[in-house]
């Protein structure tokens, strides 16, 4: 059973463009959620996403943004970057009741 | 607001060795809670995941407890290995749909 996939797995970009992360979760699960790592913070919760519906989200700018997609799958966007988004973005799914969740081995952007 | 602390923040010991990694959080009031791996530059890897009307959880040589009243869950690593080398990370459910609450982790190298 494939897990959870990333991609890009690394990116480079500027300060002020955009960019745009995907996340394939397992096959089956239907809850994908969105992580920041960075050294300093550790890991923060983005948000969450069930059956194409936002259920939850962290306390980050309305410069980052998501979606589902019907077949589950996902998407982060963040516009206007800025240095301090250099960061791993993780994303996890799950099957739901568990609560178990499984990691993808992240994107890493680096923002110049 | 739910805090997730683990010390300490690094151990190093020598092959063989059987070990302890501690975590506490500050709201018991918890769905459950997951103990993670994560190697340098990877995702997260699920090791155990404990329910909130559970004590502990084994797995091979990993047994994790947990004691809610206390706010607290250990991670006992038996014969310890250098392959186990990595980053522990534990992180808690409040039951809010997909976000976990993650302390900083724990830096383990286990020495030949």
């Known amino acids: 059973k494939a897990g959870v996939t990333q991609t890009p797995r690394y990116l480079i970009k500027t300060r002020g463009q955009q960019v745009t992360l995907s996340c394939s979760p397992i096959?089956?699960?239907?809850?994908v959620s969105w992580y920041q790592q960075t050294p300093g913070q550790g890991l923060q919760f983005l948000f969450e996403?069930?059956?194409?519906?936002?259920?939850n989200k962290g306390n980050f700018p309305g410069r980052f943004s998501g979606r589902q997609f019907s077949n589950s799958r996902s998407e982060m966007n963040v516009s206007t970057l800025e240095l301090g988004d250099s960061a791993l973005y993780l994303c996890?799914?799950?099957?739901?009741?568990?609560?178990?969740?499984?990691f993808g081995e992240g994107s890493r952007l680096t923002v110049l | 607001k739910q805090e997730v602390t683990q010390i300490p923040a690094a151990l190093s010991v020598p092959e063989g060795e059987n070990l302890v990694l501690n975590c506490s959080f500050t709201d018991s009031a918890i769905y459950n809670l997951q103990w993670f791996r994560q190697d340098p530059g990877k995702g997260l890897t699920s090791l155990l995941l404990?329910?909130?009307?559970?004590r502990e959880q084994t797995s091979g040589r990993l047994n994790a407890s947990l004691d809610k009243s206390s706010g607290r869950s250990t991670l006992y690593i038996a014969a310890s290995q250098p392959g186990d080398s990595a980053t522990y990370l534990c992180?808690?459910?409040?039951?809010?749909?997909?976000?976990?609450?993650f302390g900083k982790g724990t830096k383990l190298s286990v020495k030949p």
């Open positions: 992180a808690v459910d409040g039951g809010s749909q997909g976000n976990l609450i």
């Open positions: 096959s089956g699960h239907r809850s």
């Open positions: 996890a799914s799950s099957p739901g009741g568990t609560g178990e969740l499984f």
């Open positions: 996403y069930f059956s194409e519906t936002q259920r």
């Open positions: 404990i329910q909130s009307s559970q």
